[in-house]
């Protein structure tokens, strides 16, 4: 199982940490708006011009040095885990992860789409969205399911389908955890 410790991390890792780390063209439009900054109370002074060479240098931002030690701690020990572990950690600790922590079944939600059981419901769910003529993504639908599940005490089979999706979920995510947490010394 994942301590205290490692949750905050990876929490940290697949939304901040990636934030602030991956390529993003966030970046470059943001550097691009800073070049073309018109500050308009300084448009109407007088001013007086004088050329010169000037080198601006690079308009990036260097990271903390901790927090770029942080990123690649927990990349590495990510790198060590098998493709299975590394998505159910970032649906569970991700923006995915974040959003279903807000449902009944809290971030275990969020790793449905990974498990058969899960799989199966979500095809369900989009088959009733679907005669609907409801346009959606696969994660509205399952969120949309477990708030009517919710709310209505939803059908005999949704809660059913709930239940064996979450001993699942739960199942990846324990495995998950503990493929994670038996990396720790090698980071």
């Known amino acids: ?70 990123y690649g701690e927990i990349s590495r020990r990510l790198m060590q885990c098998s493709a299975r572990a590394q998505a159910a950690l970032q649906a569970a600790h991700g923006d995915r992860g974040d959003r279903f922590a807000r449902a009944d079944h809290g971030r275990m939600a969020a790793l449905f789409h990974l498990v058969p059981a899960g799989q199966a419901l979500i095809e369900r769910e989009r088959a009733i969205a679907g005669s609907a003529g409801l346009e959606m993504s696969d994660a509205e639908r399952l969120f949309n399911a477990l708030v009517v599940d919710r709310i209505n005490g939803g059908d005999g089979v949704r809660r059913k389908m709930i239940k064996q999706a979450l001993v699942k979920a739960r199942d990846l995510y324990e495995l998950a955890g503990k493929e994670y947490a038996g990396h720790a010394k090698a980071a």
Request: aromatic residues 12%.
């Open 1 to 70: 199982m994942l301590s205290n410790r490692d949750v905050a991390a990876l929490s940290w890792f697949f939304t901040e940490g990636v934030a602030a780390f991956e390529r993003s063209t966030m970046g470059a439009m943001l550097e691009r708006a800073e070049m073309y900054f018109v500050d308009w109370r300084e448009v109407f002074k007088p001013v007086d011009v004088r050329i010169t060479a000037e080198d601006r240098g690079h308009g990036g931002v260097e990271p903390e040095h901790r927090l770029l030690v942080r």
